[in-house]
């Protein structure tokens, strides 16, 4: 089965930027759908952004709009989320994950996960 790895988060202040990447090892993910998830504590998990197989896709939640960037490597087996403009709200767990045919916003129904990264936004 295959594995998910992603970077490490880490603190940044409010509209800054940081970008999180996750890389595919054991197996290729290059004809899944790629997303990413996060949950704040106390808070249920959260659709963040979402890209189809040929990168050419892009969906994101509306909380993240405008300010977030979902993208793909293939051939680096590696999906990245470019956060921009962050705000205190963002400080969340952030989860890749992976699903074999169209996204899906409910978590449930993703098939392979990250391990989560701690983002912090401070004001």
């Known amino acids: 089965q295959g594995q998910l790895v992603e970077s490490e988060g880490g603190l940044v202040q409010a509209g800054g930027s940081l970008r999180l990447s996750c890389t595919a090892s054991?197996?290729?993910?290059?004809?899944?759908?790629m997303g990413w998830f996060r949950q704040a504590l106390g808070k249920e998990r959260e659709f963040v952004a979402a890209i189809g197989w040929t990168g050419g896709s892009t969906y994101y939640g509306d909380s993240v709009k405008g300010r977030f960037t979902i993208s793909r490597d293939n051939a680096k087996n590696t999906v990245y989320l470019q956060m921009n403009s962050l705000k205190h709200e963002d400080t969340a767990v952030y989860y890749c994950?992976?699903?074999?045919?169209?996204?899906?916003?409910?978590?449930?129904?993703?098939?392979?996960w990250g391990q989560g990264t701690q983002v912090t936004v401070s004001s």
């Open positions: 054991g197996r290729t993910f290059s004809r899944y759908a």
């Open positions: 994950a992976a699903k074999e045919g169209g996204w899906d916003t409910s978590g449930a129904l993703w098939s392979s």
